[in-house]
């Protein structure tokens, strides 16, 4: 019985781990360079919930905090830095993702006989994939007309995609009969 439930998290939980060391470099790049990247207003504005509560936070940023709270209650449950907070967070939500996609995708590859592996792989290549730029030697800017499915930079779009995710697969399932 344990071995059963053992074999059947494995990929799973070594999908979830790999995937949230992969995404630690530019995770941790955005969480603690000072760098042109949305992670540290949001954290500037976390800590002002933090310190002041919803009165110090003007009602623009009120109306999508989700970041904002998932900061202060990470960076409270660990007695951490906000980066930290805002790095773990991110980590998380990354591998929550993947595992999302596998729990979704599993079922089909597995009547097709994809190993576990495969699947993983194949997840992974989800999760870093990005628009390629095929004019990028005339400009130098690789982002500029694209908008990436992978978001390094913005904290709300990473706490996003899995529940935007979620809502997708809630909503085809809901359709689908």
């Known amino acids: 019985m344990v071995n059963r439930i053992l074999d059947r998290i494995k990929a799973p939980l070594l999908l979830f781990v ?21 992670f540290k207003q949001h954290m ?26 998932v900061l202060v209650f ?16 991110a980590l998380f939500s990354t591998g929550s993702v993947a595992l999302i996609l596998f729990f979704w995708y599993q079922p089909s590859f597995a009547k097709m006989n994809w190993p ?25 800017l690789m982002y500029l007309g694209y908008i990436g499915i992978t978001s390094y930079h913005n904290p709300t779009s990473i706490l996003l995609k899995p529940f935007a995710l979620l809502q ?3 909503t085809y399932l809901c359709f689908r009969e």
């Not at 790999?18 to 949305?38: G, K, N, Q, R, S």
């Not at 906000?82 to 967070?89: T, V």
């Not at 576990?116 to 130098?140: E, M, Q, R, T």
């Open 18 to 38: 790999f995937v949230m060391l992969a995404f630690v470099p530019i995770t941790y790049h955005y969480a603690y360079a000072d760098v042109e990247a949305d």
């Open 44 to 69: 500037q504005w976390a800590i002002v919930l933090a310190h002041n509560g919803l009165g110090g936070i003007s009602p623009d940023v009120l109306a999508h905090a989700g970041w904002q709270f």
């Open 74 to 89: 990470v960076q409270r449950l660990f007695n951490s830095s906000f980066e930290f907070a805002g790095f773990l967070a």
């Open 116 to 140: 576990n592996w495969k699947i993983c792989l194949l997840i992974f290549g989800v999760c870093i994939a990005a628009p390629l730029s095929l004019l990028w030697f005339l400009d130098h």
């Open 168 to 170: 997708f697969i809630f």
